[in-house]
């Protein structure tokens, strides 16, 4: 009888085991450095940003309707923000988006950060991004600190919670980020097939 009750707890604790390693394992709470490209084919590591009060990393496309959308936020962000010790990467890794139409579609919406080509998704898939615009905001040791959506509305007349500016204005307050996760919308990234 006690072997019994022996094997089914163990049994029991295996699974409950397996189950929180399942859940926790779509999540990063801490980025690994990459290097990647802007469209003038210069290099950029997130190891360069490291003395910045915050790194915003912002996974963006040039034909997302929604990511567009975004551009001129995104665009009032970095201005708003950059001089605050925020710094800002943009990292396009769709498959079908060329070096040549990033460069066009960041110069035409006066991007002042750097907007990188990530060609074969891997920084996409190391931090699970799946949609554009989608957003992770890290501190100088690459914590995660916020992770989702720039605001709560594709048309900006509509917005009532500017989620990704409460962020950092806690951040730059020097307070824990209160709304650390939120549920990022847009066109899906398209991948590269492995």
Known sequence: ??????????????????????????EMSKAENFTLKDYSGKSHSLSDYKDST????????TQCPVSNDYNNRM?????????????FLAINS?????????????????????VLKDPDNVIADKFNAQVTPEI????????????????????????????????????LAGKPVSKKETKAFGCTIKRVQK
């Open 94 to 114: 769709n498959k079908q988006e060329s070096v040549e139409e990033i460069s066009t579609h960041s110069q035409k919406n006066g991007f002042q950060f750097p």
């Open 1 to 26: 009888m006690f072997q019994i009750h022996s094997k089914i707890l163990i049994i029991f604790s295996l699974i409950l085991f397996l189950l929180i390693s399942f859940s926790y394992a779509g």
């Open 54 to 61: 915050a790194v915003v990393v912002m996974f963006i496309a």
């Open 75 to 87: 665009a009032a962000l970095y201005k708003d923000y950059t001089e605050k010790g925020i710094a």
């Open 136 to 171: 992770f905001v890290m501190n100088s040791n690459f914590e995660i600190l916020y992770h989702g959506r720039i605001d709560d509305s594709q048309r900006e007349s509509e917005i009532k919670s500017r989620d990704l500016r409460n962020a950092l204005d806690e951040i």
